[in-house]
């Protein structure tokens, strides 16, 4: 099916949307165009705006006085949305729907009508069974409220999501995305309002937390060994001594970065699960996991997953405050993934890779829950690009929290972009239109801290050079039994301490040189580099260099050697000579993205100490 | 022509050579070994010098008492030498060649026979006429000797290009290619002495300056808006005016890095120029300059050119003393170039770039004058990596200076990659052996300044981010009839200032923010990025971007405000976030390589008024 498509409306509408202005607000007033955003959407794309607004009737029209005007800035964005909803929203202040305007809902037998309100009365265990994902009638429960979204749901820009919550509380999902906190998207759903909540079932005024569905009630169990800095949705690092010893970081303590909750697939072996490719002509082809794995050939490659956030917290600390998750240096690990190439199922989707068409400008990956993002089409032009659809790491089916049965690996790129559980791919002129692209991954200068135009910037694509420290011992280790104090020092005295870690660039430059200072940037020294090399698969660098070095610390105090206290620090040159900026300061950035400065350790040899004499006090009891 | 070349004979030697153990010595003293290397190199290249092994006589052999050993690291190189001098080599020491040996050399009528010392007096003029480049046996002369190099141009490693000396006086080249000036080579050359210079052509012992050929006699007239740093060979960079002021810099003011003399080219067109192309399989194919321009679909880029050394000078100052020229920030320069893909000629002459073998790892290129370095192979498998031999730059043929009659031009990669002049591209295993490619252009941590290990880095190719101030102005300018007191001073009663300059990345990642300080990176703002787009071709982002920032200079002292002092800091991000190093010490190296560090201008109002005063006077003057 090719279909004419007049992609340059869709964009002239959104240059408009970003600035909003009297004419601006006329054409958004224009019913065409509410119809035409109303369309349905998933991934947003002009082509199923458009296919969908000729086959599907508008939804039911809401209360006259609705107008439209811009959303603010959402400088901390994490939440869905998509940025429709800033382009059409209405103005807080409307009256909820009447009794009246309910009347005008689908005929329904209510558990238990109540007549002085108007409203019918349901129990939430009839919804639950009636009007859940798969019934023809989704429903959901806001406080003490129940609507009918059945019509909503093509109009819904997070796409058919919401039928996660059907049957039950929007509540935990508005919770996670918290852009629905606000009162038009409240008012946009009272259109929707059928009835009531049955007063047994309700609890000050709404369910009972016990009988509100937890969204993440079917997320894996994580390994202790990670380090979580929220559980819901998961947000785990991994920690420095899992970072030190494993060029492949095993998967259970391989960093989870989510969004949102992880997407129950009914099909254990993954197979039948579909992914919707469609081309800039609006073809489109869907394949299953099933397809791909068995008529594709399969490649693998080891590569790097970073967080733009990797290091934030230093920023935080060292600069100023930064929004966002707060992670420390372990946001990153090195997997080797299988899968096939996007390339070879592009091009049987018929995709020129030869004559690229001109529109062909963006590669969009939408996941099942809901998550979007894209990749500039560079990226799989170059045939040594590696992009995968991957369904095996490290030898294994895809965990789920790593995005069972199917993600995205742009090697080189930010994790951000390697979209889990993948369901849709659009070759587009555009980039993907999540706040995941256009806003949260993107970096401003360090004086640029209010009224931000989110257009001035890239994406975060490629990542820059980085490094930084995941173990610091006494040499020798302070866990091992006996500390020989003449092999603990050197010839003057000093205490031998080693030092391990990481070093990482993007678009598959390779480290060539970490220095090393133990006196806080005064003077250098080379770190030495592990040979991970025999493990390494791609056409690029795609993986990070291990390093260690070991060194006297020198004693700041005369004295107690135990009072001696210093700041280790380390940063990498790659095989561009680009290297890392100094502070955090100059390339401060309120979302704390890419947090690269030269990664400072301080050392406290007394607490080292104190560490071993716990060590061998602990062995000395076991005894 | 397939010729199977056991080329891990020729790494494995290489490797040995590295560090001299007594095996070493052994297995360099062995004949076998002397005779091939003594094979004609130009390329170094183990297939020529095998082939040539095949079909050459070794040359005359040397005193017995010759001997191998290690040669001294030549961390200041920029002499031609080639590596191979370093792998065999006299050691000091040996006694001259007696007028015995010379008795070997070929019967020759001596102009004015002495008989004193056994040897025969030449005229130099007789030499020139007689011994020139184009003679079947060339002569060269060396204070008051005369040599017949016949036998040694073969086992030259730097090449025919020896024969530039025939029919004079060697010294000259000695003093471009220091490396000669060493006592080894003399006694190689001492080898081949067939008399001495006549008495009347002598004077303190060698020929008069004037018999002396300059051997940079025919290089072209510079235009004197470069700033020279060196006349033989020509090193000149483009002021700050020059860059500020144009997208394309113009060929006149296009900064000049020679390593030699400008070659000469007979044919005017340059047509009849032929580029030999070597493949992994020995096979060879020639094609000449209007071959390439008839067959082969021309192409056109802009892209930046810029010297590793670039802003040297900055951080002799700012950090330790470098080797090298001392460049300024005027070391870069763009321009449109055009000419045919490589990839198109290397295809055509029996590449496969569907299937490269595994020894297709380097491409090196040679140029006219001896010149030699190599890009991975890697830059030209991406077919989106432009790398052309150009013919045309700016729309005009290439300038003597630039390379005429054709040009390497590898965009995003460091100038020294873009061999002018070229005439050989041998697809190999391994790197050109130059120094230029395995020493020079190198970066080393900061503390690393002796013993060095040139392999242990990469050479530089992909170039990192930089960016550079050029032009500072009072606003209006000083250049303008009048200075308005009340339009150059802002509300608070500030001088403005109007700031230029350049961001650029190698690698085609496109620059997107330029951060500017008017007080010393305390505080930061973003300067203006000039829309050069409509001028740009290529695949990728291979140009600078010019930028201006117009702000208040912020007064230091109360009081007289032409005291004002200030140092003004730009620093630039890429689309991969990378961003430039603070300060030069972190990223010190021996040869100053890659002075990217933030640029920092001195600002001084008061000599700023001054030079308005001096303009306002002299339009006075005018009038």
């Known amino acids: 099916m090719s279909l004419p498509v007049p992609r340059h409306i869709g964009r002239e509408l959104w240059k408009l949307a970003q600035r909003p202005k009297p004419a601006v607000a006329q054409f958004l007033r224009a019913p065409e165009s509410r119809q035409f955003v109303a369309s349905p959407v998933r991934t947003f794309s002009y082509h199923s705006a458009f296919r969908a607004a000729e086959r599907k009737a508008p939804p039911r029209p809401s209360s006259k006085s609705r107008r439209f005007g811009p959303l ?55 919804i639950k069974e009636e009007h859940g994902p798969k019934s023809s009638q989704p429903w959901v429960v806001f406080e003490d409220k129940v609507y009918n979204i059945t019509d909503w749901i093509p109009t819904h820009p997070g796409g058919d999501v919401i039928l996660r919550a059907a049957g039950g509380s929007i509540e935990p999902y508005w919770d996670i995305f918290s852009i629905h906190k606000q009162p038009y998207v409240r008012e946009l759903l009272d259109q929707y309002c059928v009835g009531k909540v049955h007063p047994d079932d309700l ?17 894996p169990v994580r390994d202790p060994r990670l380090l979580q800095l929220t559980s819901k949705p998961c947000n785990a690092e991994t920690v420095g001594q899992d970072l030190a010893e494993n060029f492949l970081t095993p998967n259970d303590v391989f960093y989870v970065r989510n969004h949102m909750w992880v997407p129950v697939i009914e099909d254990k072996t993954g197979d039948s699960h579909g992914i919707t490719i469609e081309l800039p002509d609006g073809e489109e082809r869907t394949y299953t996991v099933g ?152 970096c401003f200068g360090p004086n640029e801290v209010k009224n931000l135009d989110w257009d001035k910037y890239k994406s975060i694509q490629e990542m820059p050079i980085t490094s930084a420290i995941t173990r610091t011992r006494l040499k020798p280790e302070p866990e091992s039994k006996t500390i020989p104090k003449e092999k603990a020092k050197d010839a003057a005295g000093n205490n031998l301490i080693q030092i391990e870690g990481y070093a990482y660039s993007g678009g598959g430059r390779e480290i060539q040189r970490v220095d090393i200072s133990l006196d806080n940037g005064k003077s250098w020294d080379q770190a030495k580099l592990i040979d991970d090399t025999a493990h390494e698969k791609g056409s690029k660098a795609w993986c990070w260099k291990r390093w260690r070095y070991e060194g006297a610390v020198p ?63 602990e062995l000395k009891n076991k005894k």
């Not at 940025?83 to 009447?98: D, E, I, K, Y």
């Not at 135990?562 to 561009?576: I, S």
């Open 72 to 126: 603010p800035v959402l400088a901390t964005g994490g939440g869905v949305l998509t940025l429709l909803f800033s382009v059409f929203q209405p103005v807080p202040g409307t009256p909820l729907a009447s009794p009246d305007d309910i009347s005008a809902a689908p005929p329904h037998e209510p558990t238990d009508a109540v007549a002085d309100d108007g409203f019918p009365r349901y129990r939430l265990s009839k």
């Open 291 to 442: 397809e791909l794995k068995s008529r594709f050939k399969q490649h693998a490659i080891t590569a790097v997953l970073q967080c733009s956030g990797n290091r934030r917290k230093d920023m935080t600390e060292h600069a100023s405050k930064t929004n966002g998750l707060q992670w420390g240096s372990g946001a990153i690990s090195c997997a080797k993934w299988e899968g096939v190439r996007l390339r070879d199922v592009l091009a049987d989707a018929g995709f020129s890779f030869e004559n690229p068409p001109e529109d062909a400008q963006h590669v969009q990956f939408s996941g099942l829950e809901a998550y979007g993002a894209s990749i500039p089409i560079r990226s799989i032009l170059d045939p040594r690009g590696d992009v995968l659809l991957a369904f095996k790491m490290n030898d294994l089916p895809l965990p789920g929290d790593h995005g069972f049965p199917v993600r995205v690996i742009v090697p080189g790129t930010v994790a951000a972009r390697c979209v889990k559980w993948v369901n849709k791919i659009v070759i587009s002129d555009e980039e993907s239109t999540t706040s995941w692209q256009r806003r949260d991954y993107k």
């Open 203 to 219: 609890e000050n005024g709404r369910p009972r937390m016990n009988d509100i569905e937890d969204p993440f009630v079917a997320d």
């Open 555 to 617: 004693l700041e105090h005369e004295g107690d050697e135990h009072e001696a206290k210093t700041t280790f620090v380390v940063k990498a040159t790659d095989d561009a000579y680009n290297t890392q900026p100094q502070c955090y300061k100059s390339i401060f950035n309120l979302r704390g993205n890419l947090a690269t400065a030269w990664h400072r350790v301080e050392f406290d040899l007394a607490k080292c100490h104190e560490r071993v004499q716990a060590a061998q006090k």
